[in-house]
Nanobody
Framework: QVQLVESGEGLVQAGGSLRLSCAAS????????MGWFRQGPGKEREFVAA????????YYTDSVKGRFTISRDNAKNTLYLQMNTLKPEDTAVYYC??????????????????WGQGTQVTVSS
């Protein structure tokens, strides 16, 4: 079992920045690929970014490229999402997830076995 706890919830103005964190426990963190997903109001959950266990593979959805940065600190068992130049359409509940496909950076939610409870990000215009 892997337990995931997100933090960093916030309300920011458009153009602002926010950093989300996801603390993991239970298994060897570096064995897992990690991802961020989000679900906006009235929308399906969507992929945001993913990173392999060894940091080599990183993947972003097009709408956040150049604005968001995913990173991880395997010594601290923590995943991060630095979000810059935020837009109102980034408003969503953000979830971190862990996948046993450690060498990949999976984009599909089916690849992930463990999920956090979510943290709210609200961007005002």
């Amino acid at each position: 079992q892997v337990q995931l706890v997100e933090s960093g919830e916030g309300l920011v103005q458009a153009g602002g920045s926010l950093r989300l964190s996801c603390a993991a426990s239970g298994r060897t963190f570096s064995d897992y690929a990690m991802g961020w997903f989000r679900q906006g109001p009235g929308k399906e959950r969507e992929f945001v970014a993913a990173i392999s266990g060894n940091d080599i593979n990183i993947y972003y959805t097009d709408s956040v490229k150049g604005r968001f940065t995913i990173s991880r600190d395997n010594a601290k068992n923590t995943l991060y999402l630095q979000m810059n130049t935020l837009k109102p359409e980034d408003t969503a509940v953000y979830y971190c997830a862990a996948s046993p496909k450690g060498d990949w950076a999976p984009r599909f939610s089916d690849a992930y076995d463990y999920w956090g409870q979510g943290t709210q990000v609200t961007v005002s215009s």
